[in-house]
């Protein structure tokens, strides 16, 4: 299982919105969003952090995200990596902290360039 985060125009319905964003290697020209995909596994990292996609991004504007996930990550950077693996990263190997905070700090970017979107979580 994973998360099915999209961060696109408000303005876009939603079941237009696999044809209308960008997904991680694509760049499209018309796009007027992003899809993100990460693995369930890290949830309680998520959720400890309080950027868990469904339960803490789900609703909010682009630019409350983004704010969100700043905090989360300066919380995240003050921690050492090597006790955030030993505590969250899953025993099957199917993500880990590392691909976690990349995945968030693209959707922070993505946020920041994007104000006004929206992010909607549709797993």
Do not use: Q
């Not at 209308?20 to 959720?47: I, K, M, P, Q």
């Not at 190997?93 to 905070?101: E, K, L």
Request: aromatic residues 16%; glycine residues 4%; contains cysteine.
């Amino acid at each position: 299982m994973s998360y099915d985060l999209f961060i696109v125009d408000k303005d876009v319905p939603e079941p237009e919105w696999f044809d209308v964003c960008e997904r991680d290697g694509e760049h499209v020209r018309t796009a007027h969003g992003h899809y993100f995909n990460y693995t369930y596994n890290l949830s309680a990292f998520f959720t400890d952090y309080k950027v868990n996609p469904i339960h803490d991004l789900d609703g909010l504007t682009s630019w409350e995200a983004a704010a969100r996930i700043d905090k989360a990550l300066k919380d995240i950077y003050l921690e050492p990596l090597y006790v955030l693996r030993g505590k969250y990263n899953p025993p099957n190997y199917w993500g880990s902290v590392d691909s976690a905070i990349a995945w968030l700090e693209r959707i922070h970017d993505y946020c920041r360039e994007h104000p006004d979107y929206i992010v909607r979580e549709r797993s």
